[in-house]
Nanobody, 121 residues
Framework: VQLQASGGGLVQAGDSLRLSCAAS????????MHWFRQAPGKEREFVAA????????YYIDSVKGRFTISRENAKSAAYLQMSSLKPEDTAVYYC???????????????WGQGTLVTVSS
């Protein structure tokens, strides 16, 4: 499945953004959907994931209560609603798909184009 993230931009601290992930080539029904991010000079890190049914979600501690991952299988899309953004959220955000939830970026063989989120203080 090919993935394209979009919706990034330059915002101020405290603002909100909604990232979208559009999938093509295959339905996302059989995949847990994930969001990762990579800040300049840092390794790619897991941000959030949602199971294939959407019944369970997972987040890193630093975004809990601020970010919400969701999905629309009929549209082959996933989303990341981000609120109360902080400068430390600045990164390129990537969506990724895998049969099961996995927080280790090394387990993902395909990375589509990410979207840059810049949060100014």
């Amino acid at each position: 499945v090919q993935l394209q993230a979009s919706g990034g931009g330059l915002v101020q601290a405290g603002d909100s953004l909604r990232l979208s992930c559009a999938a093509s080539g295959r339905t996302i029904t059989n995949y847990a959907m994930h969001w990762f991010r990579q800040a300049p000079g840092k390794e790619r890190e897991f941000v959030a994931a949602i199971t294939r049914s959407g019944g369970r979600t997972y987040y890193i501690d630093s975004v809990k209560g601020r970010f919400t991952i969701s999905r629309e299988n009929a549209k082959s899309a996933a989303y990341l609603q981000m609120s109360s953004l902080k400068p430390e959220d600045t990164a390129v955000y990537y969506c990724a798909a895998r049969s099961g939830v996995d927080s280790d970026s090394r387990e993902f063989g395909y990375w589509g184009q990410g979207t840059l989120v810049t949060v100014s203080s």
